[in-house]
């Protein structure tokens, strides 16, 4: 099952969709986040398999930077009203099923007003938001990780060898010193 299912809008505070993508998946492993353009191969069939991954998500973070409602299409109309738009689909699919939504306030952009919405996702102004701010983005993400740890699982850590109370046995050769065995923590050698 996914966890968390990143919703965002391309040309929109994107370095901020990159550090996002990598904090979490340094902290809940690559499985558990999904992020489009990194977790479909090429050649998926693009919308049923956003269908997919959002249906086993418990979580959408819906990343809303300072142009997240001004975006046009090639025709100047604003992206956000077309009903087929995938940000907005997104965010209409996980509100009608009752995944948690948490929008992300990135680049000291506000949460959108109810009026500036589509009347389908226009609930979304009542939903708690949370700011990553550019001067401290390292305790902003870390706030971010222990609001999802309520919602999705870290995996479990395995101990590396050296804090399992084993420890590699070195063999060290000077001139007047001749140590063969295992080293551990707070061994002195001497001169």
């Known amino acids: 099952m996914t966890g968390v299912f990143i919703n965002y809008r391309t040309g929109d505070a994107s370095y901020a969709v990159d550090l996002i993508d990598q904090r979490l998946c340094r902290e809940f492993g690559e499985g558990q986040i999904f992020r489009d353009r990194r977790s479909m191969r090429p050649g998926t069939d693009f919308p049923p398999e956003l269908s997919r991954q959002?249906?086993?998500?418990?979580?959408?973070?819906?990343?809303?930077?300072?142009?997240?409602?001004?975006?046009?299409?090639?025709?100047?109309?604003?992206?956000?009203?077309?009903?087929?738009?995938?940000?907005?689909?997104?965010?209409?699919?996980?509100?009608?099923?009752?995944?948690?939504?948490?929008?992300?306030?990135?680049?000291?952009?506000?949460?959108?007003?109810?009026?500036?919405?589509?009347?389908?996702?226009?609930?979304?102004?009542?939903?708690?938001?949370?700011?990553?701010?550019?001067?401290?983005?390292?305790?902003?993400?870390?706030?971010?990780?222990?609001?999802?740890?309520?919602?999705?699982?870290?995996?479990?850590?395995?101990?590396?060898?050296?804090s399992n109370g084993r420890h590699s046995s070195v063999n060290i050769r000077a001139k007047r010193l001749d140590i063969e065995g295992p080293i551990t923590g707070g061994d002195y050698f001497g001169r």
């Open 54 to 162: 959002l249906k086993r998500s418990k979580v959408l973070l819906a990343l809303i930077g300072p142009n997240w409602l001004t975006i046009s299409d090639s025709s100047g109309a604003r992206r956000l009203d077309n009903p087929k738009d995938y940000v907005r689909m997104e965010i209409r699919r996980a509100l009608k099923r009752s995944i948690e939504v948490i929008p992300v306030l990135l680049a000291g952009a506000p949460l959108p007003k109810a009026d500036q919405l589509p009347g389908d996702i226009a609930t979304l102004h009542r939903r708690q938001s949370f700011e990553l701010r550019d001067h401290s983005s390292d305790q902003d993400l870390a706030r971010l990780v222990e609001v999802l740890v309520e919602h999705v699982p870290r995996p479990p850590r395995t101990p590396s060898p050296a």
